[in-house]
């Protein structure tokens, strides 16, 4: 569900980080191609991981663990780190799916 589109609020709460979508662009969401249309949203939510896009290609196949942390706020979340020519949906995807044996899982929680 969206809490915002281009801009939010962030608050760290009892080591959590907490986005609430800016007062002036609640409930509003901008499609490509289509222009700015109204849609469900939640007033709050606990931010679980960082896409951080456009990042500089990494000569190594397996970035450093330090690579996959954020801190914000005071706050340490996982990261996952997206070359400007790669897609991120896939590798957002596959955080999302990991199980808790997965190796890759265990960077994330």
């Known amino acids: 569900m969206l809490v ?3 801009r939010v609020h962030l608050e760290a709460s009892n080591g959590l ?3 609430r979508p800016a007062l002036e662009l609640t409930g509003l969401i901008e499609i490509r ?3 700015i249309r109204r849609c469900d949203f939640a007033e709050d ?3 679980g991981f960082v896409v ?4 500089p290609r990494c000569g190594n ?3 450093e663990p330090e690579a996959l942390r954020a801190r914000i706020c005071g706050v340490e979340i996982p ?4 070359g400007a020519s790669y897609a991120a949906l896939p590798l957002v995807l596959a955080a999302l ?5 997965s190796a890759f899982y265990s960077t994330f929680s």
């Open 97 to 101: 799916t990991m199980t808790e044996s």
């Open 79 to 82: 990261r996952i780190p997206v």
């Open 17 to 19: 980080l907490v986005v």
């Open 45 to 47: 939510a606990i931010v």
């Open 33 to 35: 191609g289509l222009g």
């Open 52 to 55: 951080d896009l456009g990042r």
């Open 4 to 6: 915002g589109d281009d």
């Open 61 to 63: 196949a397996l970035p």
